[in-house]
Nanobody
Framework: QVQLVESGGRLVQAGGSLRLSCAAS????????VGWFRQTPGKEREFVAS???????DYADSVKGRFTVSRDNAKNTVHLQMNSLKPEDTGVYYCAAERRSCLRTSSDYAYWGQGTQVTVSS
């Protein structure tokens, strides 16, 4: 069982930066892959980025070159550094955990946080 809590979301101007954190509790977190997804009203959750238990990243094309995902297994934390933010990056950002890696589909993840709101103003 893994419990996840996201933090760091807020209102930011376009072109700005934010760092989201996903704090995990539970056993053997370092054996889980972690994904970041975002959702806006009326739309399905969209894959943003993921990181394997070994630290290998994967990014959606829309954020590649602007976002960086990293993890600190000693602190049971995964970060999403978001730079050059655009209004279309607005949404509720969720982190999710799953033992398998390289997953881009939200239904493949077993554990989810409650989400943190990111709003990018133009």
């Amino acid at each position: 069982q893994v419990q996840l809590v996201e933090s760091g979301g807020r209102l930011v101007q376009a072109g700005g930066s934010l760092r989201l954190s996903c704090a995990a509790s539970g056993r053997a977190f370092n054996s889980y892959a972690v994904g970041w997804f975002r959702q806006t009203p009326g739309k399905e959750r969209e894959f943003v980025a993921s990181i394997t238990f070994a630290g290998g990243p994967d990014y959606a094309d829309s954020v590649k070159g602007r976002f960086t995902v990293s993890r600190d297994n000693a602190k049971n934390t995964v970060h999403l550094q978001m730079n050059s933010l655009k209004p279309e990056d607005t949404g509720v950002y969720y982190c999710a955990a799953e033992r398998r890696s390289c997953l881009r589909t939200s239904s493949d993840y077993a554990y989810w946080g409650q989400g943190t709101q990111v709003t990018v103003s133009s």
